[in-house]
Nanobody
């Protein structure tokens, strides 16, 4: 299993930037994909960005070109660089790690974008 801890959320004005970090501990060598999801009030949790172990990244259409997911060489930390933030990006952001035998979530970090 792995444990995940997010950091970097906060309040930012529209057009601003934030960088989220996710620190993983435990069996990080088993991680096959790492990602970021978000959940806004009254809405379902949705994929924001995901990075597979082969470095293939995928993004939700609404964030493509504004957000970027990356990881360190050890693949025990990953990041979400968020630029040109919009009020509709306001949500709790969760990092996620998947392997063949676990699907683990962090506790979430709030991102609020004011107009």
């Amino acid at each position: 299993q792995v444990q995940l801890v997010e950091s970097g959320g906060g309040v930012v004005q529209a057009g601003g930037s934030l960088r989220l970090s996710c620190a993983a501990s435990g069996r990080t060598a088993s991680i096959a994909a790492m990602g970021w999801y978000r959940q806004a009030p009254g809405k379902e949790r949705e994929l924001v960005a995901r990075l597979r172990i082969d470095r293939v990244a995928e993004y939700q259409d609404s964030v493509r070109g504004r957000f970027a997911i990356s990881t360190n060489k050890a693949r025990n930390q990953w990041y979400l660089q968020m630029n040109s933030l919009k009020p509709e990006d306001t949500a709790v952001y969760y990092c996620n790690a998947v392997s063949s035998y676990f699907n683990t979530w962090g506790q979430g970090t709030q991102v609020t974008v004011s107009s």
